[in-house]
T-cell receptor, first 111, second 115 residues
Framework: SQQGEEDPQALSIQEGENATMNCSYK?????LQWYRQNSGRGLVHLIL?????REKHSGRLRVTLDTSKKSSSLLITASRAADTASYFC???????????FGTGTSLTVIP | DAMVIQNPRYQVTQFGKPVTLSCSQT?????MYWYQQKSSQAPKLLFH???????NEADTPDNFQSRRPNTSFCFLDIRSPGLGDAAMYLC??????????????FGAGSRLTVL
């Protein structure tokens, strides 16, 4: 990929469980963002964490960032069937205008 | 509602027949992007415009060109589509998030089939 790898590639959980997906990237960044993509649609921005932050929360989402390991994780708590989608991390390097996406995690939440 | 609109949503072309995909935005964002996304893969940045300044990715084939005649519109031209160019093409724009970082707003995508 241009910038990052995500794991797992696919994740299947029961409704109500938590889902954790991980992202690793290659170079220094300004910030890291997570996006969601429903099948056959465009991506939607979920949450952003700056390079000087270690953890961020937004509703049922929790993001962590470890710049020493060049990695991030996205936790979705109390998952719902509507959370079924692909999730991508994106980094903007230091240029601020070029965004590169990780390989994505396909999440299936079983009702 | 302010948004990013891509047309057509589905495009079928023949091998070697030029195709143009369009993107319009009502957000007045100064940066516009084109990404290529093949099945079950990550979106791959092809190029972006910062205002009128064109920025090509080093690994984007010459077969892909872009035009931005004004702030609102951006076009992706594929001069001679090959079977390997079948993909979803995503247009995005960016603005400065309230904390100072840019985030992307995507259109719904244009799915290209090459016969």
């Amino acid at each position: 990929s241009q910038q990052g790898e995500e794991d797992p590639q696919a994740l299947s959980i029961q409704e109500g469980e938590n889902a954790t997906m991980n992202c690793s990237y290659k170079t220094s960044i300004n910030n890291l963002q997570w996006y969601r993509q429903n099948s056959g649609r465009g991506l939607v921005h979920l949450i952003l964490i700056r390079s000087n932050e270690r953890e961020k929360h937004s509703g049922r989402l929790r993001v962590t960032l470890d710049t020493s390991k060049k990695s991030s994780s996205l936790l979705i708590t109390a998952s719902r069937a509507a959370d079924t989608a692909s999730y991508f991390c994106a980094t903007d390097l230091n240029t601020g205008n070029q965004f590169y996406f990780g390989t994505g995690t396909s999440l299936t939440v079983i009702p | 509602d302010a948004m990013v609109i891509q047309n057509p949503r589905y495009q079928v072309t023949q091998f070697g027949k030029p195709v143009t995909l369009s993107c319009s935005q009502t957000l007045n964002h100064n940066v516009m992007y084109w990404y290529q996304q093949k099945s079950s893969q990550a979106p791959k940045l092809l190029f972006h415009y910062y205002d009128k300044d064109f920025n090509n990715e080093a690994d984007t084939p010459d077969n892909f060109q872009s035009r931005r005649p004004n702030t609102s519109f951006c076009f992706l031209d594929i001069r001679s589509p090959g079977l390997g160019d079948a993909a979803m093409y995503l247009c995005a724009t960016s603005t400065v998030f309230r904390s100072g970082a840019n985030v992307l707003t995507f259109g719904a995508g244009s799915r290209l089939t090459v016969l």
